[in-house]
């Protein structure tokens, strides 16, 4: 028979395998397409203020709604959610696909897939520390207090849990220590949210 511990390791790489978000990011990118296509249609008739409102409705809200959950995603998956924002941000700002997309995104102060869904995490770690709720996410982080008087004592870092499988590594216990403790301590020191989404937001 089978060890115990060699079966959650199977069970964990199997589900590991089928947990991918691809069909979620696949119906995100088509819904997505549509809505800029109906956008660059009226993009003329409407003032840039009037294209980011529209653009932020429907297609922005799709591409960061919940996205927390895509940290580890595959880079494919990223790269293709990159994509729809790159084409978003274009028809808002009238450029061309040979125009460079990283000052247009940093124009409209969109950060860029990857870095969104880090912040996004790190969002809901802030929440969970300064106010303790959820409950059920604040039983999962723990402040990291080092056996002896260390400079890292003082930067708020998080424990880090160890790892015991492969599917484990997308659990929130280990995702939010991770993106926590490379952020810039005036980020994690910040004593309010707007505070703490300005210097996120600077440092991503």
Known sequence: MMPFTDAVKIL????????????HVQ?????????????????????????RTVACTPVNSHLHYVNSVLYGT??????????????LARVVSFKKRADHIHPVLENLHWLP??????YKVALLVYKVRSTGSPAYLQALVSDYTPTRQL??????????PPLTTEIA??????????????????SCS???????????KIHF
């Not at 910040?190 to 996120?200: H, K, L, Q, S, V």
Request: proline share 2%.
């Open 151 to 160: 400079r890292s004592s003082n930067q708020l870092f998080l424990l880090k």
């Open 113 to 118: 897939i990857n870095y969104h869904i880090d």
């Open 74 to 87: 595959s880079v494919a998956n990223i790269a293709k959610l990159q994509r729809v924002q790159n084409a």
């Open 12 to 23: 964990g790489v199997t589900l590991g395998q089928h947990l991918t978000f691809n069909s």
């Open 169 to 186: 590594r997308h659990a929130f216990s280990q995702v939010a220590p991770t993106i926590w403790n490379d952020l810039p301590l005036d």
């Open 27 to 51: 119906n995100i990118c088509k819904s997505s397409y549509y809505h800029i296509r109906a956008l660059k249609h009226i993009r003329s008739s409407l003032t840039l203020d009037m294209a």
């Open 190 to 200: 910040a004593e309010t949210n707007e505070r703490f989404r300005c210097a996120t």
